[in-house]
T-cell receptor, first 115, second 109 residues
Framework: DADVTQTPRNRITKTGKRIMLECSQTKGHDRMYWYRQDPGLGLRLIYYSFDVKDINKGEISDGYSVSRQAQAKFSLSLESAIPNQTALYFC??????????????FGPGTRLTVL | GQQVMQIPQYQHVQEGEDFTTYCNSSTTLSNIQWYKQRPGGHPVFLIQLVKSGEVKKQKRLTFQFGEAKKNSSLHITATQTTDVGTYFCAGWGAQKLVFGQGTRLTINP
């Protein structure tokens, strides 16, 4: 969805390096998410934020940190990258909707390789 | 914590054959969503089911939500090459969506 952008789209880095992945959205949604996709494991939630002052850990937050700089921006950091963090990373947004539908709108993804 | 299991992990069919993927949750769900991810793309929302026993159709796709709201299925009738991709179910619980592992569908034209 063009309303959710991620930078960079591809990144190759070395073990121990600090990496930041950025996500921006123009959908006006309050809720933003970071997911990780690995083959056969589906989409696993790393962190999520329901508004600028709200940050929550997902199921696999170890080794990651996030910053919600504004309603439209949510960045994911790997403080010291390791090879098993090689994966496809997706940012997503949602609004609560009536009845809490929370339909997820995904960005195009960032393919990260840690050597 | 809540788990959402999806089977099969892979399915290869001949074009024109039907396809079904199944989703099972360890807990009762308030709703279930389905997403499709084309090869090289990102997941895209298909549909949401909310009511017990609900059935919804989108052209050749039929979505069902179980009576106990713990399972769901997606059935595609007469697959076409445009159906290729990975289909994910996602159950809403504990303030966030939990995704199944996905079913990757490949089609022999």
């Amino acid at each position: 969805d063009a309303d959710v952008t991620q930078t960079p789209r591809n990144r190759i880095t070395k073990t121990g390096k600090r990496i930041m992945l950025e996500c921006s959205q123009t959908k006006g949604h309050d809720r933003m998410y970071w997911y990780r996709q690995d083959p056969g494991l589906g989409l696993r939630l790393i962190y999520y934020s329901f508004d600028v002052k709200d940050i929550n850990k997902g199921e696999i937050s170890d080794g990651y940190s996030v910053s919600r700089q504004a309603q439209a921006k949510f960045s994911l950091s790997l403080e010291s990258a390791i090879p098993n963090q090689t994966a496809l990373y997706f940012c997503a947004t949602s609004d609560a909707g009536t009845g809490g539908t929370d339909t997820q709108y995904f960005g195009p993804g960032t393919r990260l390789t840690v050597l | 914590g809540q788990q959402v299991m999806q089977i099969p992990q892979y399915q290869h069919v001949q074009e024109g054959e039907d396809f079904t993927t199944y989703c099972n949750s360890s807990t009762t769900l308030s709703n279930i969503q389905w997403y499709k991810q084309r090869p090289g793309g990102h997941p895209v929302f298909l549909i949401q089911l909310v009511k017990s026993g609900e059935v919804k159709k989108q052209k050749r796709l039929t979505f069902q939500f179980g009576e106990a709201k713990k399972n769901s299925s997606l059935h595609i009738t007469a697959t076409q090459t445009t159906d290729v991709g990975t289909y994910f179910c996602a159950g809403w619980g504990a303030q966030k969506l939990v995704f199944g592992q996905g079913t990757r569908l490949t089609i022999n034209p």
